[in-house]
């Protein structure tokens, strides 16, 4: 089965850069983009980056996304408090005709 | 702005069944492709099924974990989606999110609905 992996917890502190990745093991999973999810506390999970580096309107260009042929990264710059929440990495999985999300990866500023 | 308002949530007992609703607004509804993801409490997003828009057939799809228990369906006349769940077990327990999709990604979220399955 394929599976997008992610580190459990990252952190940094304010102003500071941060990455966290999201790879996987599956080329049908790898050819496809890789989408990004802000979910802040409470909240439902939010779009933040699709089609592997594409933000949505509204969204801060402090995020950005980038993709490799098995591996994704979420790049948060000049880091501030509101940013501390969990991220999601997904993509489309064409074998399974449905999507793939990552185990998530939770973020604190410190 | 897209607009997604779910219902229906509440509490069954296993083996019980439930139909949440999503009410959607602030785009065309019938030409959307729309899914369910689902989030057990404290645990990440999980995919649990998609139904293509009526000019591309109305196509539905699921997730292994629920595929002959669970029934995505849409009312464009309403501009609502549901998911009727049947023969609940304690794993289906989370918070049920109602979300529009593109071919590559998924896009808006409700906020959310909570099941709860348990005697």
């Given at each position: ?110 | ?55 591309d057939g109305e196509t ?53 609905t909570l099941v709860t399955?348990?005697?």
């Amino acid at each position: 089965q394929s599976v997008l992996t992610q580190p459990p917890s990252a952190s940094g502190t304010p102003g500071q850069r941060v990455t966290i990745s999201c790879s996987t093991s599956s080329s049908n999973v790898g050819t496809n983009a890789v989408n990004w999810y802000q979910q802040l506390p409470g909240t439902a999970p939010k779009l933040l980056i699709y089609n592997n580096d594409q933000r949505p309107s509204g969204v801060p260009d402090r995020f950005s996304g980038s993709k490799s042929a098995t591996s994704a990264s979420l790049a948060i710059s000049g880091l501030q408090s509101e940013d501390e929440a969990d991220y999601y990495c997904a993509a489309r999985d064409d074998s399974l005709i449905g999507w793939l999300f990552g185990g998530g990866t939770k973020l604190t500023v410190l | 702005e897209a607009r997604l308002v779910e219902s229906g949530g509440g509490l069954v007992k296993p083996g019980g069944s439930l139909r949440l609703s999503c009410a959607a607004s602030g785009f065309t509804f019938k030409n959307a492709w729309m899914s369910w993801v689902r989030q057990a409490p404290g645990k990440g997003l999980e995919w649990v099924g998609r139904i293509k828009s009526k000019t591309d057939g109305e196509t539905t799809d699921y997730a292994a974990p629920v595929k002959g228990r669970f029934t995505i369906s849409r009312d464009d006349s309403k501009n609502t989606l549901y998911l009727q769940m049947n023969s609940l077990k304690t794993e289906d327990t989370a918070m049920y999110y109602c979300t529009s999709l593109t071919w590559n990604y998924v896009h808006f979220w409700g906020q959310g609905t909570l099941v709860t399955v348990s005697s």
